[in-house]
C-alpha cells in the first residue's frame, strides 16, 4: 500500500513539473507565430487572435500534443523577408509550407535546421542568395524550385539519409551536382539552372528531365563528357621526333587566257546565286500570303473550343485566384486543385461534381460548372447571393469559387455519408458511394 501510494505521489509530481514546461513552449511558439505575422505583410487576413486556441482556431496552423508540429500557409500573399528568430523557433515543427507567396532575400538558416523539419516546401516565391548548408537530418522533402538562388548546390545534403525528394529547377545555381548515393533520393529535379561537370553515378538512372536546362552538365542521361586530353609525360619529352625534310614550293604561272576564263566564270556563278535567292524570297512571299488566307479560313470555320477534362483550360494569367468567402480556414489554391487526385462523385443538370483530396490532406468537393454561360458581374453576384445562406444548418457551406471564360468552379466541404437523397429515402449500398452533390 505504501509503495502504491509512493508511486501515485511520484507520478503527480512529474505531471506538475513537467506541464508547465509543455504550457510555456506551446506559449513561445504563439509568440513566434505572431512575431512572424507582424514582421511580414500578407494580402489574406490570418485572424490569428491570441486570445484564441492556437491549435483549434489559428489559420494553416496544426499542433502535435502541446507544440505547433505543421504551418502551411501556401499563396497567402505573404510579401518581404523572413525575419530569423521566428518561424526558426518552433523546434517541433514537421511541416513547413510558404509555397506560392512573395517571399525574398535570404532564406533563414534556423529553418533548414529545425530539428524535427521533415517537409520543406518554399517554391514559387523570390528567395535569392545561396542555399543554406545547415539541415535538419530528419528531411524527407525539399523543394526550392522557382526561385533566385544563386551558388553551389551544398554538399551536406549528400548527409541527409532520409531525403527522398529534392526539387532545386528554375533558379540560378552553379557548379557541380554532389553525390547524394547516401540518401534515399527517388525523386530529383535540377533543371534550369547553370549547372556544371559531369552528372555523379548515383544520379544517372534518373530521367533526362532532371537535368535539362544545364548546358554545361553531361554524363548520362544527357550526352556524353568529352575525353580529357593529357600532356605528354615528362619521359617521353626527350624523344627527338623525326625530321621530315622541307618540301620544295612549286611556282605555278597563270597564262593570261587562264585568269580570264576564272574571271568568267566565277561572274556566272555569282549571277546565279543571285537569281537563286531572288526566286525564292518571291515564292516565299507568295506563300506566306496564301498561308494568311487558309489560316483565316480554318479561324472562322470553327465554333467551339473541345471539351476538357477537370484540372485544364485556366489561362496563365488567371490561376491562383480563388475567392474565398469570408471565415473559411482553407488554405489553398487554384494550383493545388489542378494537381489533387480527384474522384467523380456524380453529374448534375449543371456540371460535374468531384471529390478533390489535396496534397495537405484536405478533402474538399469541387463542382464545375460546365454548361453555365454568364459574365463575369452577374456570375459573382450570384455567388455573393449564395454565400449569405451558407451558414444555414440543412445546406453544405460554400467555401471558395473561380471564375474564368472556360472554367467557373464551386468549393464546397466535403460531407461523407452520401446524398441527402440517400438520407431521406435509406437507400445508402456499397454500389452507391459515389453521389452528387446537392
Known sequence: MKIFLASVIYFFVIIAIIFPFGFADLKSDEQALLDF?????????????????V??????????????????????????????????????????????????????SDITSLPSLKYLFLQHNNFSGGIPTSFSLQLNVLDLSFNSFTGNIPQTLANLTKLIGLSLQNNTLSGPIPDLNHTRIKHLNLSYNHLNGSIPVSLQNFPNSSFIGNSLLCGPPLNPCSPVIRPPSPSSAHIPSPTVPPKRSSKVKLTMGAIIAIAVGGSAVLFLVVLTILCCCLKKKDNGGSRVLKGKAVSSGRGEKPKEEFGSGVQEP??????????????????????????????GSYGTAYKAVLEESTTVVVKRLREVVVGKRDFEQQMENVGRVRQHPNIVPLRAYYYSKDEKLLVYDYIPGGSLSTVLHGTLSSSNESKKLL
Open 37 to 53: 505575422a507582424a514582421a511580414v505583410p500578407h494580402l489574406r487576413k490570418l485572424n490569428w487572435n491570441p486570445a484564441s486556441s
Open 318 to 347: 488567371e490561376k491562383n485566384k480563388l475567392v474565398f468567402f469570408e471565415g473559411c480556414s482553407y488554405n489553398f489554391d487554384l494550383e493545388d486543385l489542378l494537381r489533387a487526385s480527384a474522384e467523380v462523385l456524380g453529374k
Open 55 to 108: 491549435c483549434n482556431s489559428w489559420v494553416g496552423v496544426t499542433c502535435n500534443h502541446t507544440r505547433v508540429s505543421e504551418l502551411r500557409l501556401p499563396g497567402v500573399g505573404l510579401v518581404g523577408h523572413i525575419p530569423p528568430n521566428t518561424i526558426g523557433k518552433l523546434d517541433a515543427l514537421r511541416v513547413l509550407s510558404l509555397r506560392s507567396n512573395v517571399l525574398e532575400g535570404d532564406l533563414p
